[in-house]
């Protein structure tokens, strides 16, 4: 019971994730985990995951970190 309890708040943080990215144009998608591999999988579930540039394996990153990561793919 407390699995699929969790699995539905979980699918509900990720479709409240993709509400907000629906409309990007490019989606950028690293951290450490397996929540990545979830994210990806239900944007494909929600027909968008061709707007995916790169999923990547990462450790904890500063926000410096993140923001570098970020102008590799898109620059300027």
């Known amino acids: 019971m407390q699995d699929r309890q969790y699995t539905s708040k979980l699918e509900k943080y990720y479709d409240a ?31 968008l995951s061709q707007h995916i ?11 410096p970190q993140i923001a570098a990561k970020v102008r590799q793919h898109f620059p300027g």
């Open 53 to 63: 540039v790169s999923i990547e394996t990462t450790d904890r990153l500063t926000e």
């Open 17 to 47: 994730i993709i509400g907000n990215i629906r409309d990007a144009d490019s989606i950028q998608i690293f951290g450490p985990g397996e929540a990545k591999g979830e994210l990806a999988k239900r944007l494909k579930d929600k027909n």
